[in-house]
């Protein structure tokens, strides 16, 4: 089975700080990919950045960034220079060996003006 | 390029009802799933339509719960009889062949669910 875990229910940071957001999984799939959604308050989830499992590089998006530690099992996101409108649930999910999306429990990302 | 949209935004329901989701994808998007996120847990998946077919439903919870995808554009999702666990928001996601956009599924705004 394929798990995704975010350790983190609740992260806060200043305005214009940097912030990074937790998140391990599991899956014995050598083919997967790996997504940061984003769920403002009362709006649609989106997608914040995308990582293929294959790829070494690291995925950047702006002022988003992840860290893939692939041997760890990591994938953390990190936001520089934090906006207002950053403020969200963020969930970390994992795609491999199908379709289906498996998800995380979410972080909920404060920013304090 | 509209969006997924999904109808009703918010539903209450009392035990032993029926009730019943709407999910209009992205036009063009053959894929559509369902998920669902109970309070404090994670978003589950539940099933994946391609066109008209069901390829992938083993995150349906049990046989209260009928999925359908007619002509292959909009699906819904009917609960019959409603129990209390079924309370939660029930997300729709599309996307087109995945193996040519790496799994990007677009979220609907989600149905919030209650069961009294």
């Known amino acids: 089975a394929q798990t995704v875990t975010q350790s983190q229910p609740e992260m806060s940071v200043q305005e214009a700080e940097t912030v990074t957001l937790s998140c391990t999984y599991d899956?014995?799939?050598?083919?997967?990919?790996l997504f940061w959604y984003k769920q403002p308050p009362s709006r649609q989830m989106i997608l914040v950045i995308r990582?293929?499992?294959?790829?070494?590089q690291n995925a950047t998006e702006n002022r988003f960034s992840v860290n893939f530690q692939k041997a760890a099992k990591s994938f953390s996101l990190k936001i520089s220079d934090s906006q207002l409108g950053d403020a969200a649930m963020y969930f970390c999910a994992l795609a491999g060996g199908s379709e289906k999306l498996v998800f995380g429990k979410g972080t909920k990302l404060t920013v304090n003006p | 390029e509209a969006g997924v949209t999904q109808f009703p935004s918010h539903s209450v329901i009392e035990k032993g009802q029926t009730v019943t989701l709407r999910c209009d994808p992205i036009s063009g998007h053959d894929n559509l799933y369902w998920y669902r996120r109970v309070m404090g847990k994670e978003i589950k998946f539940l099933l994946h339509?391609?066109?008209?077919?069901?390829?992938?439903e083993s995150g349906m919870p049990n046989n209260r719960f009928l999925a359908e995808r007619t002509g292959g554009t909009y699906s819904t999702l009917k609960v019959q009889p409603a129990e209390l666990e079924d309370s939660g928001v029930y997300f729709c996601?599309?996307?087109?062949?995945?193996?040519?956009?790496?799994?990007?599924?677009?979220f609907g705004p989600g149905t919030r669910l209650t069961v009294t």
């Open positions: 990582q293929e499992a294959y790829k070494q």
């Open positions: 899956t014995s799939e050598s083919d997967y990919y």
């Open positions: 339509f391609v066109k008209e077919s069901k390829q992938d």
């Open positions: 996601a599309s996307s087109q062949d995945f193996r040519l956009f790496a799994y990007e599924q677009y």
